[in-house]
């Protein structure tokens, strides 16, 4: 039996990481394998009470999980569609490339921090169109972009999906995640800014020749403001909601929402309907890729049958005994999230260890979330940031390879120097 799952789960894999060339949806392979596995499962086991206990207790962690990102993604949703990050966006100028590409950094490392790395690269991304007229250039801005947004999504349990699934799993906890990691991504961060900056030195800025025309708005100013400090301060109270009530950050979130949605409707209540749909939570939650929600179901529930029939266990075992060295093979694990999801790695990496063994905020989840968050923006392919900004800017593999992946694999290797050294000092 154990053989067969092996089989299914592994082929599952092969159709998620080869998405692109066989021109089949991830989420449709997540989908099919969860089911081929869990159907397998039951037909093979003795007792179906058991089967289904396990797959209610499955289920009821991979909802938390798909309701805490469904809601912030509405929040951000929102957010967008006041204009809100033009508040920010708009207070950067600057004549040199070398500057703009600190700033631009440092905020896409901040932003990812409290936003997450898919919005960051989108909203930044989509900026560098505004700013930069020369496409070699904004290429270049991109997959910068991608490298600082994925590092600042690993040092917050917020940031990136990887580390908002130790979260809510219990294995990492909100200070120690931002005390243990922060040094580490900031590493990450600076490394390949400062090798950048050397390259690009003292290049100005060219802009677009035309300005871009400001589309008409119907929101004002005040609103603009009211709905970025509202949406980004209940994203900042999440991991004190649940410090204080010790509920699942999920309720928190939704409780969020219902507070968003009332002030948007009060806000709103005196335009014409046509004028306020777009700006409604309602409208927001249209918006969301449900595709992105749908593969994280299926990824998660097949890696709960590898967890429930003891595949993973023994995984770990054999890990420790050919390897040996913890942080090895969790720097590999990394190294392997830029060919694979690295969604689906966590997920197996939190079945192989457990609680009992490895406590809450030990060194092996807090490196994990460090590595995974961070290994995927060594190829273009490898974090979901990184596939934004291919869409967005139509990177291509070889020239992210060869330009921004040597890069993003220093700052990955660095940050992991410092992360070790600090936890050994």
């Keep these: 039996m154990q053989s067969v799952l092996c089989f299914i789960f592994l082929a599952a894999y092969l159709a998620i990481a080869l998405e692109h060339p066989i021109k089949v949806n991830k989420s449709a392979s997540a989908l099919i394998g969860a089911g081929l596995l869990w159907t397998v499962y039951a037909i093979s086991s003795p007792d179906m009470k058991v089967v289904n206990a396990e797959l209610g207790e499955s289920l ?28 920010i966006t708009k207070r950067i100028k600057t004549t040199r490339l070398s500057r ?64 908002t699934m130790l979260w809510i799993g219990g294995q990492i906890t909100t200070l120690a995640i931002m005390q243990g990691v922060f040094l580490a991504s900031v590493v990450n961060l600076l490394v390949p800014l400062a090798l950048a900056g050397w390259i690009i030195r003292a290049q100005p800025v060219v802009a677009p ?38 509920l699942p950050p999920f309720l928190g979130i939704l409780l969020g929402l219902g507070i968003l949605w009332m002030v948007g409707d009060l806000i709103h209540q005196g335009k014409e309907e046509n004028q306020k749909q777009r700006l409604t939570l309602a409208s927001a939650l249209t918006r969301i890729d449900m ?6 179901i299926g990824i998660l529930l097949a890696v709960a049958v590898m967890e429930h029939s003891h595949i993973l266990k023994s995984l770990a075992q054999w890990l420790d005994t050919t390897v040996g060295r913890q942080d090895l093979i969790v720097f590999l694990i990394g190294l392997v999230s ?25 060194f092996l989840w807090q490196f994990l979330a ?18 934004a900004a291919m869409g967005l800017e139509k990177i291509d593999f070889i020239w992210y390879l060869k330009k921004i992946g040597p890069l993003a694999l220093a700052g990955y290797t660095a940050g992991a120097a410092v992360f070790v050294a600090q936890h050994q000092l």
């Design 338 to 362: 830029a060919v694979i999801d690295n969604v689906p790695l966590v997920a197996a990496a939190m079945g192989m260890y457990d609680l009992q063994h490895y406590t809450v905020d030990s």
């Design 291 to 296: 595709g992105a929600m749908v593969f994280f």
């Design 60 to 87: 009821m962690g991979t909802a938390q999980i798909v309701f805490f990102l469904m809601g912030a993604m509405a929040i951000v949703e929102v957010i967008d569609a006041h204009h809100g990050f033009e508040i």
């Design 370 to 387: 460090y590595c995974a968050g961070t290994g995927g923006s060594i190829l273009i392919i490898g974090s979901a940031a990184g596939v």
């Design 209 to 246: 020749h035309k300005p871009t025309v400001d589309k008409k708005q119907d929101t004002s100013a005040f609103e603009k403001t009211l709905m970025l400090a509202l949406g980004l301060g209940i994203l900042i109270s999440i991991p004190i909601f649940k410090s204080i009530t010790h």
């Design 100 to 163: 703009l590409l600190w700033i631009i950094g440092f905020s896409s490392f901040f932003f990812s921090a409290i936003l997450d790395n898919l919005t960051t690269t989108i909203v930044m991304v989509s900026l560098m169109k505004q700013l930069l007229e020369k496409r070699e250039d904004r290429l270049f801005f991109a997959g910068m972009i991608v490298i600082a947004a994925n590092a600042g999504g690993a040092w917050t349990p917020i940031g990136d999906v990887t580390t």
